[in-house]
């Protein structure tokens, strides 16, 4: 069975840094490419990070171009993404979710990140 | 950044009915096309992509139809699990996904 699990998630000050991680299990997770997708509270989807298999590509949003980077560990199953310079406008669950040809198959169950002072 | 542009906001509807959900792209994405369920508290759930084609384990109540900037995602006799918010998502522009606003549907 197909299993992410998101940790890292908490509050931090505006400015501050956050390391988020994917515990991937169930599947060969250095064949596929992974992504992190947030979703603001009571609001709809957006696409963050896009890492390839060997970590050979690797995109990210306007939003978060510059202050974020994605990061993958296939020997540890692991998958990361490293935020700096938060904004308040960051604060969202974050989701680690698995490419399938650029659609996302699988998905953790999110962990939430709270931009405030 | 293509737009996708989903309608209504809201649909309320009695089980039992069929359900009938709308998904707009600025720009043709061909049928590059998926939709997701996401319930309360939950994870999405990928339910169709390439615009009609249902993921593993998806019901055959759930269809999708449509290509180029007009997508239908149809379910044909609502049942209670399947109140949920819908989402569209575009594939076409990649890496530049981009997801609809979500429709959500709700008991009558």
């Known amino acids: 069975e197909v299993q992410l699990v998101e940790s890292g998630g908490g509050l931090v000050q505006p400015g501050g840094s956050l390391r988020l991680s994917c515990a991937a299990s169930?599947?060969?997770?250095?064949?596929?490419?992974m992504n992190w997708v947030r979703q603001a509270p009571g609001k709809g989807l957006e696409w963050v990070s896009y890492?390839?298999?060997?970590?050979?590509?690797?995109y990210y949003a306007d939003s978060v171009k510059g202050r974020f980077t994605i990061s993958r560990d296939n020997a540890k199953n692991s998958l990361y993404l490293q935020m700096n310079s938060l904004r308040a406008e960051d604060t969202a669950v974050y989701y680690c979710?698995?490419?399938?040809?650029?659609?996302?198959?699988?998905w953790g169950q999110g962990t939430l990140v709270t931009v405030s002072s | 950044e293509i737009v996708m542009t989903q309608s209504p906001a809201t649909l309320s509807v009695s089980p039992g009915e069929r359900a009938t959900l709308s998904c707009r792209a600025s720009?043709?994405?061909?049928?590059?096309l998926a939709w997701y369920q996401q319930k309360p508290g939950q994870a999405p759930r990928l339910l169709i992509y390439?615009?009609?084609t249902r993921a593993t384990g998806i019901p055959a109540r759930f269809s999708g139809s449509g290509s180029g900037t007009e997508f239908t995602l149809t379910i044909s006799s609502l049942q209670s699990e399947d109140f949920a918010v819908y989402y569209c998502?575009?594939?076409?522009?990649?890496?530049?996904?981009?997801f609809g606003g979500g429709t959500k549907v709700e008991i009558k």
């Open positions: 979710a698995r490419d399938e040809r650029h659609l996302f198959d699988y």
């Open positions: 169930g599947f060969t997770f250095s064949s596929y490419s």
């Open positions: 890492i390839s298999s060997s970590s050979s590509t690797i």
């Open positions: 720009q043709s994405v061909s049928s590059n």
């Open positions: 390439g615009a009609s």
């Open positions: 998502q575009q594939y076409n522009n990649w890496p530049r996904l981009t």
